[in-house]
């Protein structure tokens, strides 16, 4: 069993989270788990307590099975913005490739790749 820390950052499994906790969610896509929160007490071995914000409507209280401790991105896995060039006052990126496309609540999406210099 993995040992949590006071200040510790957790991320939050929403396995169990109702239909309604899920409607505030539900921005873009749908994660496994959500933001990491800090660990503000232990209360035993396998529950602890955290910082969580009221607009999350869930018990400061959690089961240790119900949170994943948050790793940090390495450097190196750092996404890299495409380069932008700004045309009549708006930001356009050179694309390579148009790899596929999605119709998203009436509006198309596209999934490309950006050439580089």
């Known amino acids: 069993m993995e040992e949590y820390k006071v200040g510790d950052r957790m991320l939050i499994s929403i396995k169990d989270f109702t239909p ?4 505030i969610l539900m921005k873009k896509l749908i994660k496994k788990y959500i933001r990491p929160y800090k660990v503000k007490k232990i209360i035993l071995e396998n529950v602890v307590e955290l910082e969580l914000p009221v607009s999350l409507r869930i018990h ?17 896995q750092k996404k890299i913005p495409p380069l932008s060039v700004e045309i009549e006052g708006e930001k356009e990126y050179k694309i390579e490739k148009i790899l596929d496309r999605q119709d998203v609540r009436g509006k198309l999406k596209y999934f490309v790749t950006n050439s580089r210099p």
């Not at 209280?61 to 190196?76: A, F, H, P, T």
């Open 20 to 23: 309604q906790m899920m409607k």
């Open 60 to 76: 400061l209280v959690v089961n240790v099975s119900k949170i994943v401790l948050y790793k940090g991105q390495i450097e190196r």
